[in-house]
């Protein structure tokens, strides 16, 4: 049972642009979410997070959109930089903090061109 | 910034052999880690998660005997696959919980350890 869905297995943008990836979630428990970013043979590097208490997060040129409704979340990156290119997993916790078990989605691979 | 380190790296073995996968925490303690695999071009899954000086707790359908985990310090976690076949043969993440101060990421994850079982 796959509770943290990312629907798009790939993306591809041109430098400069924005890239959006998305996130969809179906445990309603799930009140914190987070964005790692990982390259291959290495491990996840946190990018930015979000509590249910919120709905817009912001960090530098990385935006996190929660729509609680929805169960749906959207990573924002404006420019994309081809740096950028790597894969993007969205990850789910309860209790409001990432302390605990962290539930992650298939991932996406970004991949920004020059 | 507060960093894991994971050993080995890449490890490839004989089928039936034991592999132990140690993680650090290098400039925090780490009360909490936690296991995780990731087969190709999916999820990161976890196994289990692991409480210094007592017993893990695994997540359903992993084996507790297959996937021994030792917390036996704040600052190390070892997991060992026992009798290790080519199916468990996959990418082995850790991460540990960082309690000494608050942030908005207090699981920081080590770089991974590649099994490969022939």
């Known amino acids: 049972d796959q509770q943290v869905k990312q629907n798009s297995p790939s993306l591809s943008v041109q430098e400069g642009r924005i890239s959006i990836l998305n996130c969809d979630y179906t445990n309603s428990m799930f009140d914190y979410f987070l964005w790692y970013k990982k390259y291959p043979a290495e491990g996840p590097t946190f990018l930015i997070s979000?509590?249910?208490?919120?709905d817009k997060n912001e960090d530098g040129r990385f935006t996190v959109f929660l729509n609680k409704s929805a169960k749906h979340l959207s990573l924002h990156i404006v420019p994309s930089q081809p740096g950028d290119s790597a894969v993007y997993f969205c990850a789910a916790s309860k209790g409001g903090t990432s302390y605990g078990k962290l539930t992650f989605g298939q991932g996406t691979i970004l991949t920004v061109h020059p | 910034g507060a960093v894991v380190s994971q050993h080995p790296s890449w490890v490839i073995c004989k089928s039936g052999t034991s592999v132990k996968i140690e993680c650090r925490s290098l400039d925090f303690q780490a009360t909490t880690m936690f296991w995780y695999r990731q087969f190709p071009k999916q999820s990161l899954m976890l196994m289990a998660t692991?409480?210094?000086?007592?017993?893990?707790?695994?997540e359903q359908g992993v084996e507790k005997d297959k996937f021994l985990i030792n917390h036996a310090s704040l600052t190390l976690s070892t997991l060992t696959v026992t009798s290790a076949h080519p199916e468990d043969s996959s990418f082995y993440i850790c991460?540990?919980?960082?309690?000494?101060?608050?942030?908005?990421?207090?699981?920081?994850f080590g770089d991974g350890t590649r099994l490969s079982i022939l």
């Open positions: 991460s540990a919980r960082d309690h000494s101060f608050y942030s908005n990421q207090p699981q920081h």
């Open positions: 979000i509590s249910s208490i919120k």
């Open positions: 692991s409480n210094e000086g007592s017993k893990a707790t695994y």
